[in-house]
């Protein structure tokens, strides 16, 4: 294998103090549809979700923004899809990138694990589908 | 109408430090490599399933990625989208009340392209691309 096997850009966060917000801006400037709104178990973040292509964009924001603030947002960080999240790891870090060790994923049966060198300022992940067993919940959407 | 993601841009002070990674290390194929004269900068594509990494290096400090690497360091820039008539989107755009940078489509690493103003969504640069048949693979 070539690299760490990546077959996509899994999905781009992009954060700010107002998910919803920026979400409903980029639905009406830009025509993208916002298929799910969540809070994020543990923190409660509010996310929001579209899809192009192959790529998620989430829109992360916190629990109970302020409404009166300005709306501020930015590009943060990027997932890359791999098929064998175990191998990338210690192929990274045989070449001496600092990577956390997999751990399951908010999406289930999902692995990610955080490249914290080396990705020119951005905050960089790799995710596993389908890394551990899990059952879906009933409507559960991707 | 927005197809896809085309490629997100990284702002980096060396393409070639950066290349280490995503290159070197992901694996990633490298699809285009080329200092734009005009915008001061030099441009590495990526490969990555669909879509495309963009490193985008400053060659000259008076640009707004020599500014941008100034006051913020580096990290993503920009969000390009694909669609298959970057002057219709631009139009679009337009009659929405969206602020332009590029009030018509030029050609860029990616094609035909127009950036729309970052305080139109947020503070997020947003690129349109319109790729050029025959250009590193599209």
């Known amino acids: 294998m070539t690299g760490i096997g990546a077959t996509h850009i899994d999905h781009i966060v992009i954060s700010s103090n107002n998910s919803e917000v920026v979400a409903e801006t980029f639905r009406r400037n830009l025509g993208i549809e916002i298929r799910r709104t969540m809070s994020r178990p543990g923190t409660g973040a509010r996310l929001a979700f579209a899809k192009l292509g192959d790529v998620i964009l989430e829109f992360a924001g916190p629990p109970e923004p302020d409404p009166a603030a300005e709306v501020k947002a930015r590009l943060w960080g990027m997932v890359l899809a791999v098929a064998d999240i175990a191998a990338a790891v210690e192929r990274l870090r045989g070449l001496g990138y600092d990577v956390t060790d997999p ?7 999902a ?8 990705t020119g300022g951005v905050p960089f992940a790799l995710i596993q589908y389908n890394a551990i067993p899990h059952e879906s919940p009933a409507g559960a959407a991707p | 109408m927005l197809t896809k993601i085309h490629h997100v841009g990284i702002v980096v002070h060396s393409a070639d430090e950066a290349l280490k990674f995503y290159r ?23 490969q990555i399933g669909d879509s495309e990494i963009e490193l985008l290096e400053p060659t000259r400090d008076d640009t707004g990625v020599a500014r941008f690497l100034a006051n913020r360091g580096e990290g993503m820039h920009h969000i390009c ?12 755009a337009r009659e929405k009340g969206i602020e332009l940078i590029d009030q018509a489509p030029r050609l860029g690493l990616a094609g035909m392209i127009a950036f729309l103003h970052p305080r139109s969504n947020h503070g997020v640069l947003v690129e349109f691309a319109t790729p050029i048949e025959g250009q590193h693979g599209h």
């Open chain 1, 111 to 118: 692995l990610i694990a955080t490249v914290k060198s080396g």
């Open chain 2, 81 to 92: 989208f694909e669609s298959d008539d970057v002057a219709k989107e631009l139009e679009a």
């Open chain 2, 24 to 46: 070197d290390a992901l694996g990633l194929p490298v699809t285009a490599d080329r200092v734009i004269e005009d915008q001061g900068v030099r441009g590495v594509l990526l």
């Open chain 1, 103 to 109: 751990r399951p994923a908010v999406q289930p049966g």
